[in-house]
């Protein structure tokens, strides 16, 4: 993984790129993740969430949290937003999934500052590890 910030972003703007236009925006199993919804776009107190949301996502090892999950029979995956729903790991084919999709709210292809371009890597990064663990799990017909 490049560890250069202008890469990560470069990395992410491709991702978001190969997403755009591939799926409708919304379906009925997709949602905010629970929690706290962010503050308005911009505020100081916005960027102050975004910081405390990254410095939590880099705290949690996602593949211990999609293992827990698993055993409670929770397949649900995450998600970042962009031009188009990014649903890593499973990319064009989401609409097909058959469980929850949760969306890391304050996710975007327009960054406002490096607190919001850290924030969307880091929820990006912890999605496909995370999805990766639920989607070599979900039973048959899940995806």
């Known amino acids: 993984m490049p560890t250069n910030p202008r890469m990560r ?69 995450l998600a970042v937003n962009g031009y188009a729903l990014i649903v890593p790991g499973l990319e064009r084919d989401w609409p097909k999934y058959h469980h929850a999709i949760y969306v890391f709210q304050a996710t975007s292809d327009a960054f406002e500052g490096e607190d919001h371009i850290r924030y969307s890597g880091v929820a990006y990064d912890y999605a496909k590890a995370y999805n990766a663990v639920v989607l070599a799990h979900a039973p048959p017909g899940g995806h």
């Not at 992410?12 to 755009?20: F, G, K, P, R, Y």
């Not at 591939?22 to 199993?29: F, G, L, V």
């Not at 910081?51 to 409670?72: F, K, W």
């Open 9 to 77: 972003v470069f990395e992410l703007v491709v991702a978001l790129t190969l997403a755009a236009g591939c799926a409708p925006s919304r379906a009925k199993h997709v949602m905010p993740v629970p929690g706290q919804n962010p503050p308005r776009w911009g505020t100081p107190s916005w960027h102050e969430y975004l910081r405390r949301q990254a410095d939590s996502l880099v705290a949690i090892d996602p593949v211990r949290e999609a293992n827990s999950a698993i055993a409670r029979g929770d397949f649900h995956l």
